[in-house]
Each structure stands twice: as structure tokens, then as C-alpha cells.
């Protein structure tokens, strides 16, 4: 059974910075694409950012330039610096990995961000 398990969710100030981690276990697989949704409260779950296993990345225009995301092939692990962070970012982050042409396929639990003002 494959698992995401994110972290480094949390409770930020405006301004401020925090970085998301999701790693992959119990996976035979070689994930193509990785990426992060994320769900605010009343809203649909919507994508932040995804990578591919070759580096290619995509990115909701709304977050280009305060938002990175980066993998390790080699851990089966993806990344998302956050920066600059909003009240309007505060949401449950889920990472998600996909087989193939699939995406998103398997998804993590979620971790709380959370943005003060």
C-alpha cells in the first residue's frame, strides 16, 4: 500500500515562510508526476504546483514567484517552499503522486497551513 506522508505544516505569520515535505513509502512504483493541492475551508481542493520526475514544473499563476517546488528522485520525495505566505494561503495541503500519465493519483493525508494576519 502505497503512503504519502506529508509535514512541516503549521501556524505562520504573514510574511513568513514554511516548507512542505511529502515523502512516498511502501511504493514499487516510480512516480512521474508529484505535486501539492490544497483545500480552503467552503472552497474546492485546487492545484498549487506539480513537477515532473524529468523537473518540469507547473504552477498555479496566482502563486508563481512566492511558491517552489522540487523533488528527490532518489527518496521518492517532494517539496514546496512556500514564501511571502497570505492569510489567503491558510488551507489543508495535500500532496498527491501519479503513475504514468495519471496525476493526481495517490494522496497524502494533508497538513493544516495556517496564515495570520
Known amino acids: 500500500q502505497v503512503q504519502l506522508v506529508e509535514s512541516g505544516g503549521g501556524l505562520v505569520q504573514a510574511g513568513g515562510s514554511l516548507r512542505l515535505s511529502c515523502a512516498a513509502s511502501?511504493?514499487?512504483?516510480?512516480?512521474?508526476?508529484m505535486g501539492w493541492y490544497r483545500q480552503a475551508p467552503g472552497k474546492q481542493r485546487e492545484l498549487v504546483a506539480a513537477i515532473t520526475s524529468g523537473g518540469n514544473t507547473n504552477y498555479a499563476d496566482s502563486l508563481k514567484g512566492r511558491f517552489t517546488i522540487a523533488r528527490d528522485n532518489t527518496k521518492n520525495t517532494v517539496y514546496l517552499q512556500m514564501n511571502s505566505l497570505e492569510p489567503g494561503d491558510t488551507a489543508v495541503y495535500y500532496c498527491?503522486?501519479?503513475?504514468?500519465?495519471?496525476?493526481?493519483?495517490?494522496w497524502g493525508q494533508g497538513t493544516q497551513v495556517t496564515v495570520s494576519s
Open positions: 498527491t503522486a501519479g503513475i504514468g500519465s495519471v496525476f493526481p493519483g495517490y
Open positions: 511502501r511504493s514499487p512504483f516510480r512516480f512521474n508526476a
